[in-house]
C-alpha cells in the first residue's frame, strides 16, 4: 500500500502557499522542478517523499540563517 502522505508531498504548492518571486523559498522551489519531477527519483514513491522532505527542511533551515 502506497504510503498516505505521498500525495500530500507530491502537490504542488497551492497559491497561498507560493513563495515571493526572488525568496530563497522561490529559488529551492524552482531547483527543485527543475530537478525532480520526471527524474527516478519521482518514479519511487518512496524516494520522491524523503527528497520532497529533505527540500522542505532545507527551506526550513534556510528561514533560521537569512
Do not use: C, Y
Not at 530537478?35 to 518514479?43: E, I, K, L, T, Y
Amino acid at each position: 500500500m502506497d504510503d498516505p502522505t505521498a500525495a500530500a508531498a507530491a502537490a504542488p504548492p497551492s497559491a497561498g502557499e507560493q513563495a515571493a518571486p526572488g525568496s530563497l523559498d522561490d529559488i529551492v522551489e524552482r531547483w527543485w522542478n527543475d530537478h525532480f519531477p520526471g527524474s527516478p527519483v519521482a518514479q519511487l514513491t518512496a524516494a520522491w517523499n524523503h527528497a520532497f522532505a529533505a527540500k522542505d527542511e532545507l527551506k526550513r533551515r534556510l528561514k533560521e540563517v537569512f
